[in-house]
């Protein structure tokens, strides 16, 4: 999967450096370095995962292992995101659930054709911090591109073409998974894409 690596100096401007993910193991007393679980959270003042096209989060994530999430000194893992049908955004600080809009494929065809749910491998827009791979930005795409547009006549239509709808907020699942682990112990949170005609959805 490719990734965007930004330069240092650039990722110094927006993220913090010395996040969560190179933690030490303050609270686990168990020798294993292998976390139960990761936990993805938002830089910043609060963790309300919500963001603007073309705008970026900042993320970052923690190992953790034991009842008290005892922090482990990884901070290599494997990021991963995904356009999500459907499902829950946390809209503020108080936790409020708010509905995940879906982005739509209409394909061409006869009348009657229907449009359904589109879903996409949203791991290009992610910048990994070269000096801590336990901090990311997630940088949404300006506009969702169309997998398979209709042409413009006289061009005859390709099968599977057809026209892409974006609805906001619609909801990105980024994921950690710590390198050598499984999606047994790995994290994620939902990132949220706000339309910027209100971005306080």
Request: with cysteine; proline share 12%; glycine share 12%.
């Given at each position: ?7 240092l ?97 209409q ?13 996409a ?81």
């Amino acid at each position: 999967m490719r990734r965007i690596v930004k330069s240092l100096a650039a990722v110094l401007g927006v993220l913090s450096l010395g996040a969560c993910g190179g933690g030490g193991s303050v609270l686990s007393t168990d020798n294993s370095n292998t976390p139960d679980r990761v936990i993805v959270t938002v830089q910043g003042g609060s963790n309300v995962a919500r963001v603007l096209p073309g705008a970026g989060l900042p993320l970052s994530a923690v190992a953790v292992k034991g009842t008290q999430n005892g922090f482990l000194s990884n901070n290599r893992f494997k990021w991963s995101a995904a356009l999500t049908t459907g499902g829950q955004y946390v809209a503020n600080t108080l936790g409020v659930l708010k509905p995940c809009a879906s982005i739509m494929f209409q394909p061409a065809g006869p009348p009657g054709v229907a449009a359904f749910p589109y879903t996409a491998d949203f791991g290009i827009y992610i910048a990994i911090d070269p000096t801590n791979e336990a901090n990311i930005e997630f940088i949404p795409p300006t506009i969702v591109p169309n997998p398979n547009p209709i042409p413009a006549p006289p061009a005859p239509v390709p099968p599977g073409a057809g026209t892409l709808s974006t609805n906001f907020p619609y909801c990105v699942t980024v994921t950690a998974t710590p390198i050598g682990g499984s999606a047994l112990n790995s994290g994620s949170i939902t990132v949220a894409v706000v339309n910027p005609q209100n971005p306080l959805q």
